[in-house]
């Protein structure tokens, strides 16, 4: 038998009901039926979810813990999520708030097959915070976001990213913008600035733009897990393990599953190196307590796994890099995009400016 892995759900409910609302939750992840209607003596030891502990978060809110059968999961990372919050993230009294991965369950999925170091090694960066720009608006065309590229590199970036917007659109496909864009890069002769196209469609489709992204020599690529599916996702890292894979959180609020959980450690048990996730202040209203919490979880000592590198975006700007290398250390790449984007015919020197600042910040530490 698997180990049994553990669901943290928070539960807005009234003291007198808790108990019966937790039993509720272990049942409907785990059988979905009447236990009376089960005769079977295995499923009712083994299979069905048992609830653990129950502890009073404040303001009507519980933290419920149910332990679930690893057997009922399998290495199906679709079944993983199924399993944890399937049915019950239909109801709008409950958050997946964390999970308690045993070891084996997290060596069958693997985590990250290259992580923090070696994208840090891929850029030269040493034990610095690496930096990361992109390619937008979509709309233009291949030799448009080429240009951007090339400048970006000479402004000595490490990374320049598809926008998650850019898919296989007529006005630029992913196979003529890999072309531009790493046809210019080559012209520069900068080995240390790599290009990371972003991925789009049906699983076939995804396969098919790994293997042009390959063929033109590209060794980190961007996938959405939430608008990809979690399983496809999982199932591109393991095909593709000289790949890193930066994980971009499009869809990832539309569930209510913590970020900290979600981004940090989810993304990171199925296989990705980097994952995006808004930075508190910008555009999007993640708090400082998440954005710490989720920098932790992607980085920190779990199960045997690689460190997953955070990358807070969202909004940010050249003026706010001190304060984000001070609040997590330099763990981290830093992303700006459109602030960089509007210096317009400046975008080198800018660019240029935002490296030496990173580059000028010491290693500092990791978030506590």
Same mark, same amino acid.
């Given at each position: 038998?698997?180990? +049994?892995?553990?669901?943290?759900?928070?539960?807005?409910?009234?003291?007198?009901?808790?108990?019966?609302? &937790?039993?509720?939750?272990?049942?409907?992840?785990?059988?979905?039926?009447?236990?009376?209607?089960?005769?079977?003596?295995?499923?009712?030891?083994?299979?069905?979810?048992?609830? %653990?502990?129950?502890?009073?978060?404040?303001?009507?809110?519980?933290?419920?813990?149910?332990?679930?059968?690893?057997?009922?999961?399998?290495?199906?990372?679709?079944?993983?999520?199924?399993?944890?919050?399937?049915?019950?993230?239909?109801?709008?009294?409950?958050?997946?708030?964390?999970? %308690?991965?045993?070891?084996?369950?997290?060596?069958?999925?693997?985590?990250?097959?290259?992580?923090?170091?070696?994208?840090?090694?891929?850029?030269?960066?040493?034990?610095?915070?690496?930096?990361?720009?992109?390619?937008?608006?979509?709309?233009?065309?291949?030799? &448009?976001? &080429?240009?951007?590229?090339?400048?970006?590199?000479?402004?000595?970036?490490?990374?320049?990213?598809?926008?998650?917007?850019?898919?296989?659109?007529?006005? &630029?496909?992913?196979?003529?913008?890999?072309?531009?864009?790493?046809?210019?890069?080559?012209?520069?002769?900068?080995?240390?600035?790599?290009?990371?196209?972003?991925?789009?469609?049906?699983?076939?489709?995804?396969?098919?733009?790994?293997?042009?992204? +390959?063929?033109?020599?590209?060794?980190?690529?961007?996938?959405?897990?939430?608008?990809?599916?979690?399983?496809?996702?999982?199932?591109?890292?393991?095909?593709?393990?000289?790949?890193?894979?930066i994980a971009h959180p499009s869809l990832a609020g539309a569930a209510r599953l913590a970020p900290p959980l979600l981004l940090g450690k989810l993304f990171r048990l199925l296989g990705a190196d980097a994952v995006v996730f808004p930075h508190y202040g910008g555009r999007f209203g993640y708090s400082p307590a998440t954005c710490r919490l989720l920098a932790r979880a992607a980085l920190d000592?779990?199960?045997?796994?690689?460190?997953?590198?955070?990358?807070?975006?969202?909004?940010?700007?050249?003026?706010?890099?001190?304060?984000?290398?001070?609040?997590?250390?330099?763990?981290?790449?830093?992303?700006?995009?459109?602030?960089?984007?509007?210096? +317009?015919?400046?975008?080198? %020197?800018?660019?240029?400016?935002?490296?030496?600042?990173?580059?000028?910040?010491?290693?500092?530490?990791?978030?506590?």
């Amino acid at each position: 038998m698997l180990p +049994r892995l553990t669901a943290t759900y928070h539960v807005r409910c009234d003291a007198a009901a808790i108990e019966e609302r &937790a039993r509720a939750i272990a049942v409907e992840q785990s059988v979905e039926m009447p236990l009376g209607a089960i005769a079977d003596p295995f499923v009712l030891s083994e299979i069905v979810g048992r609830v %653990e502990d129950i502890r009073d978060q404040g303001d009507g809110v519980f933290a419920v813990r149910v332990a679930l059968s690893g057997e009922t999961i399998g290495h199906d990372a679709g079944q993983l999520i199924n399993m944890l919050f399937g049915n019950s993230s239909l109801h709008d009294d409950v958050v997946l708030n964390d999970v %308690e991965v045993p070891p084996a369950l997290a060596a069958a999925f693997g985590g990250p097959r290259h992580g923090l170091d070696q994208l840090r090694q891929r850029a030269g960066a040493g034990g610095r915070a690496l930096t990361c720009s992109a390619l937008k608006p979509q709309g233009l065309p291949p030799a &448009a976001l &080429a240009e951007l590229a090339r400048r970006f590199a000479l402004g000595g970036i490490d990374y320049i990213k598809d926008d998650h917007g850019l898919a296989d659109q007529a006005y &630029a496909s992913l196979a003529a913008r890999v072309a531009a864009v790493t046809a210019a890069l080559r012209e520069l002769d900068r080995p240390t600035t790599h290009y990371v196209p972003s991925l789009s469609g049906d699983l076939a489709a995804m396969r098919a733009q790994i293997a042009i992204a +390959r063929e033109a020599g590209i060794d980190t690529i961007m996938v959405a897990p939430m608008v990809a599916g979690l399983a496809n996702f999982h199932a591109l890292v393991k095909e593709n393990p000289g790949l890193a894979f930066i994980a971009h959180p499009s869809l990832a609020g539309a569930a209510r599953l913590a970020p900290p959980l979600l981004l940090g450690k989810l993304f990171r048990l199925l296989g990705a190196d980097a994952v995006v996730f808004p930075h508190y202040g910008g555009r999007f209203g993640y708090s400082p307590a998440t954005c710490r919490l989720l920098a932790r979880a992607a980085l920190d000592g779990w199960q045997g796994l690689r460190p997953c590198l955070p990358v807070p975006a969202g909004g940010m700007s050249r003026q706010r890099v001190a304060e984000m290398l001070d609040f997590y250390g330099a763990d981290i790449m830093l992303l700006i995009g459109g602030a960089l984007l509007q210096a +317009r015919e400046r975008l080198v %020197e800018e660019t240029a400016a935002f490296v030496a600042e990173v580059h000028g910040h010491g290693y500092g530490h990791r978030p506590g």
